[in-house]
Antibody, heavy 122, light 110 residues
């Protein structure tokens, strides 16, 4: 069955960087993309960006694009999300989700990782 | 404030039918598919409805989606206690080039 398993919780100081991994299994990794969604405490869902596991094409939300990088490692079927210059409002649970290789406009996000809690605190 | 507008709360008694609305605009719901996700407390979101009204395998047929113009709706019939959850709508926005989520609706089963 399709599974997305994310790395564990992180605690970072303001200004630091965080890198979260998302290991996929149960499907052909390069036939899909990975989208990242975050959820601040008590808040709703926010789309952050999308990366094609086929060719590495990316699309980022404008409010994070200067600090946000998505990558994939085809050899291990793993996607990575890096967020730099962390601020208090970056504190959230970060989810990876399987998406269409043609973009989030075309995909349904049918499988989700368990989430990674990122705490930003001095 | 979300561009896709959902009521913050909804409620019903077991066996009832409830609907949750999601209001958008011509650049999102009006021209792209609506998706619905269920998020149980402390869990990751789960896809309930895709492509406006399609259910993934494994989702009970008590859940149904519809769309009219720039609004989408999620209907839950035969309400059960385990349906108590947060529900989010989503749609791609062609003007903003982002996937938008509604603010979420907390469903309480009385």
């Amino acid at each position: 069955q399709v599974q997305l398993v994310q790395s564990g919780a992180e605690v970072k100081k303001p200004g630091a960087s965080v890198k979260v991994s998302c290991k996929a299994s149960g499907y052909t990794f390069t036939n899909y993309a990975i989208t990242w969604v975050r959820q601040a405490p008590g808040q709703g869902l926010e789309w952050m960006g999308w990366i094609s596991a086929y060719n590495g094409d990316t699309k980022y939300a404008q409010n994070v694009q200067d600090r946000f990088t998505l990558t994939t490692d085809k050899s291990t079927s793993t996607a990575y999300m890096e967020l730099r210059s962390l601020r208090s409002d970056d504190m959230a649970i970060y989810y990876c989700t399987r998406d269409s290789v043609y973009g989030s406009k075309s995909g349904s996000r049918d499988s989700w990782g368990q989430g990674t809690r990122v705490t930003v605190s001095s | 404030q979300s561009v896709l507008t959902q009521p913050p709360s909804a409620s019903g008694t077991p066996g009832q039918r409830v609907t949750i609305s999601c209001s958008g605009s011509s650049s999102n719901i009006g021209s792209n598919y609506v998706y619905w996700y269920q998020q149980l407390a402390g869990m990751a979101p789960k896809l309930l409805i895709h492509s406006d009204n399609e259910r993934p395998s494994g989702v009970p047929d008590r859940f149904s989606g519809s769309k009219s113009g720039t609004s989408g709706s999620l209907a839950i019939s035969g309400l059960r206690s385990e349906d108590e959850s947060d529900y989010y709508c989503a749609a791609w926005d062609d003007s903003l080039s982002v996937l938008l989520f509604g603010g979420g609706t907390k469903l309480t089963v009385l």
